[in-house]
Structure formats: structure tokens, C-alpha cells
């Protein structure tokens, strides 16, 4: 088995990068504001730990909605980050570029309360593998966090204070706007592991 992780550099998928150590990670730069500060996080994450990091660019910035996106939720966003099929968008753009690396595993950082919304949800995840497995190449998709919260895949995980710092879990800016929902998650998150420092 080869596996491959996308790596959004925020503290869930850096808990996995560490806990499972694939061979290699890839960042999605798809026209996200806080993009700049995922691909160093990520950068610095596998620089620690030997794994080969490839960068995908593709601006889909048109395409965007909510903070992630720097304008309103559309009308069926369950959440204000919400950006349209984006999972989806994710995955595959990592398959292309993980294919011809002779990958057979991609692993997605989705936790049991990312289930707000529909490409969060196992069963998306198992269509999604489903999806991947019938065509050329015969990937497998799965998310090895799905049923654990963040703090439960910090632990689990095991992943050092002074990895999981590194996180940039922001969706509005290149730095931490401490207000949009990935820092309050951040924030909770780490002082409920006693990291509230970092």
C-alpha cells in the first residue's frame, strides 16, 4: 500500500500526517484566502517528517462561497464555511496528481463532526471510494479519523505540541482572524488537550 494524504495543513490533517506517515502529502491551493498560510504549514509538517509534499494549484476562486471564499454563504451552505462540493473537488484533484506516483491509498482528514455537513458523512465517503475504485487505477479513498473528534485524533494521534502549533486552521485569512469557525475549533480544541498556548 502506498498512501497519499491531503494535507490542508490545519491540525486535523497534521494529526494524521504524523499518526499514519504517508508517503506523500498534497496541499490543494484552489483559490482559498488563507491558501498562503496552509501550504506553509503543510510545507514545514513534511519537512519534519520525510514526507514528499506536492502542491496543487488550480483558482477556483469563481467558484467559492462562504469565508473560505470572502463572501456570503450561498443559500444551501449548512455552515458559513461551506465551499460548494468541495471534498469532491479535493479528492480528485489529489488522485490526478497522486496516480502516476504509483499511489493506491488517498486519505482524507474528515472527523465524526465534520457530519454537518453531506461530504463529511461516511456515506459520501464511501461513494466517493466507490467512485475512485472504478475507474483507471483503482484508488481506494478513506478517512481514518471519521469516527473520532479532534481532540479524540490529537490523543489518538499522539502528534507533539510543537507540530500540531504549527496549524493553520483559519478560513478567512493567512493569519488567525480568531473569530471564523475553524479557530474557535482550533482554540477549543487546544485547550481541551491542554495546549491552550499554542
Not at 491531503?6 to 484566502?33: C, E, F
Not at 443559500?75 to 461551506?82: D, G, S
Not at 486552521?169 to 487546544?190: L, N
Request: with cysteine.
Amino acid at each position: 500500500m502506498k498512501a497519499a494524504l491531503l494535507l490542508s495543513g490545519g491540525m486535523d490533517s497534521i494529526a494524521i500526517a504524523y499518526w499514519k506517515r504517508p508517503t506523500i502529502a498534497v496541499t490543494v491551493d484552489y483559490g482559498q484566502l488563507p491558501a498562503p498560510a496552509e501550504i506553509r504549514a503543510a510545507a514545514a509538517v513534511c519537512c519534519e517528517l520525510d514526507i514528499q509534499h506536492i502542491v496543487v494549484r488550480a483558482d477556483l476562486s469563481a467558484l467559492g462561497s462562504g469565508d473560505m471564499a470572502g463572501r456570503p454563504a450561498i443559500e444551501v451552505a449548512p455552515l458559513r464555511e461551506w465551499w460548494p462540493f468541495r471534498n469532491q473537488m479535493l479528492v480528485t484533484l489529489a488522485a490526478m496528481a497522486t496516480l502516476a506516483h504509483g499511489v493506491t491509498h488517498l486519505m482524507l482528514g474528515t472527523l465524526k463532526t465534520d457530519g454537518q455537513h453531506v461530504d463529511g458523512q461516511p456515506g459520501f465517503i464511501d461513494r466517493l471510494d466507490q467512485l475512485l475504485k472504478f475507474q483507471e487505477g483503482g484508488l481506494c479513498l478513506f478517512a481514518p479519523a471519521i469516527e473520532l473528534t479532534a481532540e479524540e485524533l490529537i490523543r489518538t494521534s499522539k502528534v507533539p505540541g510543537e507540530i500540531i502549533g504549527w496549524a493553520h486552521s483559519c478560513h478567512r485569512s493567512d493569519f488567525a482572524c480568531g473569530e471564523c469557525g475553524g479557530c474557535r475549533k482550533h482554540y477549543r480544541t487546544m485547550e481541551a488537550i491542554g495546549l491552550g498556548a499554542y
